[in-house]
């Protein structure tokens, strides 16, 4: 049995080793390493692949979040609320750019934010919200654009972790996560379901002019080299890692199929296991299982992990802290609340291995593990 890991990135490329090292070789010989011809290509893939009417590749999902929100024309102590249970680049980047991060909680099962809770915190500042599609989830889209359009504000998908997640309005429209709200944000992480071998992101919009301000942003507010428009960065899809991306989005279906059999496979195992909660799924949306994560009930969750640690089965706590209790982000923002439910997340979550490799003795191995501790242990 190979040994277990969180991602398994070694064998997945050990499959597609020819194709990608062809990939890279181009590049090489053409010598366009910056915004050539296969950063193009992939563009226009990822952009057929989403059914996204612009997609606009970018150094990372952090950059990506930034140029989002720069090309909204926010304006420091503009309010834009953000879940406090998520990574920490969308608070981060919020404040960076010193606008005011007003945390919320999110729904205690779909681990997302709603409306009902987005609500609560709109005043007068508020301009932008950042629902958060966690773990490969979509959050209720539906409700919160209507919210949005209620009090004119603006919605930036942080869609890093639910490339081709699917969600169905109540109409049966169907859209991809990303091109529901004004921008969607992707990152190409190499352990995020389309991961490149490096850092990379992009974002995706339906609004042609929005589009030509996020492409200028990216790269320093220019569009035709030394005439720039607006200040921006230096946030560009090096043509490399297009490469290894553009290969890989042919595998993505069948790399989601793999990750949605573990989760199948998790599912029935741990069913009736009273002091687990399995993951919520959302009618309206499809699941791409970013990441596995059960909530481990009174008390176990530590125990556990060390359990299965000891046991060869690694397994993660996303996240481990609220994000407003973070040293960096004290005295900053606002938070609305208590945010209980969050507080319980942060002590009671565990994300299991879950990835594209993952074989049946390794499936068999851990879901064993984790049923001999609750029999002994409830
Ligand atoms: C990974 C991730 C990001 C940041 O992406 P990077 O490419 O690492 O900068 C942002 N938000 C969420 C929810 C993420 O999971």
Known sequence: MPKIQMVDLQRQYHKIRREIDRSVKDVLVSAQFINGPKVKEFEANLADYLGSKHVIPCGNGTDALQIAMMSLGLKPGDEVIVPSFTYVATVEVA??????????????????LTAEIVEQAINVHTRAIVPVHLFGQSADMEPLM??????????????????????????GTKKKTGNIGNIGCISFYPSKNLGAY????????????????IR????????????????????????IQAAILDVKLKYLDKYVAARQTVADYYDKAFADIHLLQIPERLPQSTH??????????????????????????????????PLNEQEAFKGRGRKVGDLPVTKSLCASVLSLP?????????????????????????
């Open 288 to 321: 791409v299982f970013h990441q596995y994560t059960l909530i481990v009930k009174e008390g176990h969750r530590d125990t556990l992990k060390n359990f299965l640690h000891e046991r060869g089965i690694p397994s993660m706590i996303y996240y481990p802290i």
């Open 146 to 171: 209507k919210l949005a359009e209620k009090y004119n504000l603006q919605i930036i998908e942080d869609n890093a972790q639910s490339v081709g997640t699917e969600y169905t309005f109540s109409d």
């Open 354 to 378: 879950i990835h594209t490799e993952m074989t049946d003795d390794q499936l068999e191995y851990i879901v064993e593990t984790v049923q001999a501790y609750f029999k002994d242990n409830s």
């Open 95 to 112: 404040a960076l750019l010193g606008l005011n991060p007003v945390m919320v909680d999110v729904d205690k099962n779909t681990f997302n």
């Open 216 to 239: 200028r942003i990216a790269n320093h507010g220019q569009s035709e080299k030394y005439h720039h428009k607006y200040i921006g960065l230096n946030s560009r899809l090096d043509a």
């Open 198 to 213: 490096g850092d990379a992101g992009a974002i995706t919009t339906q609004n042609d002019e929005l589009a030509d301000k």
